[in-house]
């Protein structure tokens, strides 16, 4: 395959445009994706959203840039689609933390114990699990769950740990993180608030707790999002992968959006090194040669997919259903 480097000259937009119709390809991208990548995007959104929007179209491609857990979750959901990732490099922290034999040696372990594990983490890891759980359904789930019931929450502790506090749940924590999450600085943060006083925090809750205690909003991506939309000041300091802001500036030109700052005072570090391998040129030759293609072995996506229609039946309201589309937020 021909290497980035030699498309020097290409009009990507104008040739990503013209295989889209050509391969009858949906293009889907996450929230932190590189903005000429949000701006070229079918559907713009949080990962499963995104996966669910695809099953309903009729492409016959699906083009995800995000990162790989995600596309896998895009075929489990849409086996008959192709579905390429423009970097198979493009992993995540959290699936990375979550090897699935480990995970299986975890749940032996505690043989009483469900596993609601978060959706960031491998389809082996999905397969392993009893319900797959988003930001926004987790704790609809857990309301669900019988107190006395002992419950795995992997891989991310950050997240598990929150929803313990929130709900009073003793929930056995695998030990991941999101490295990017991780990474916010709870004194630089206070630096930040006392630049803008008033001026409200929106958190993701796979903030380490130092960082949430300080948030007046705690949600997914896309409740951050929505938050943003509703919110009557002018300024707003947003404590997740800052490229979700380029679309609060999009549709909010007027109002500030400044990213919670990094341990070296900066949000640099608060950039996700796997969703930044995604570039215009790989998305190019992902639609061009069909390669890197997510391919699943059937009797594992069947067992993978078992968890993700418990979600669903357990918090189908729940489960976010918007995405930006191409104009506006929708939603439940």
Request: charged share 25%.
């Amino acid at each position: 395959m021909d290497q980035p480097t030699n498309l020097a000259g290409l009009d990507l937009r104008a040739e990503i445009d013209r295989l889209r119709t050509e391969r009858n390809a949906v293009i889907l991208a996450h929230y932190y994706q590189k903005p000429e990548i949000q701006d070229l995007a079918d559907f713009v959104g949080d990962s499963l959203d995104l996966s669910r929007k695809a099953q309903a179209t009729d492409a016959d491609v699906i083009a995800f840039c995000g990162v790989r857990f995600m596309a896998e979750t895009a075929k489990i959901l849409s086996p008959q689609k192709t579905v390429v990732l423009p970097d198979m490099d493009a992993g995540c922290s959290l699936e990375d933390s979550c090897p699935p034999e480990q995970f299986a040696a975890f749940r032996a372990q505690h043989p009483d114990a469900i596993a609601l594990t978060y959706i960031n983490c491998s389809t082996a890891v999905k397969a392993l699990s009893d319900v797959i759980v988003t930001s926004s359904s987790a704790e609809a789930i857990l309301a669900k769950i019988p107190p006395e019931q002992k419950i795995i929450f992997g891989p991310d502790r950050n997240l598990g740990g929150y929803l313990a506090r929130k709900t009073g749940r003793d929930l056995i924590l695998w030990p991941g993180v999101c490295i990017v999450h991780e990474a916010f600085s709870e004194t630089e943060l206070l630096k930040l608030k006392a630049e803008h006083p008033g001026a409200p925090v929106v958190a993701h809750p796979e903030c380490p707790a130092v960082i949430l205690d300080h948030a007046d909003y705690v949600g997914s991506t896309r409740g951050i999002l929505e938050y943003a939309m509703a919110m009557p000041g002018d300024t707003l300091i947003v404590a997740t992968e800052p490229h979700i802001i380029h679309q609060m500036e999009k549709a909010l030109p007027t109002k500030r959006f400044i990213g919670a700052p990094g341990a070296d005072g900066n949000c640099n570090c608060n950039i996700c090194p796997y969703m930044a391998l995604n570039t215009m040129e790989k998305l190019y030759l992902a639609l061009r040669d069909l390669t890197p293609r997510i391919e699943i072995e059937e009797g594992l996506r069947l067992e993978a997919k078992k968890s993700l229609d418990a979600m669903m039946s357990m918090a189908g309201a729940a489960v976010g259903q918007g995405d930006l589309g191409k104009v506006k937020v929708t939603g439940d």
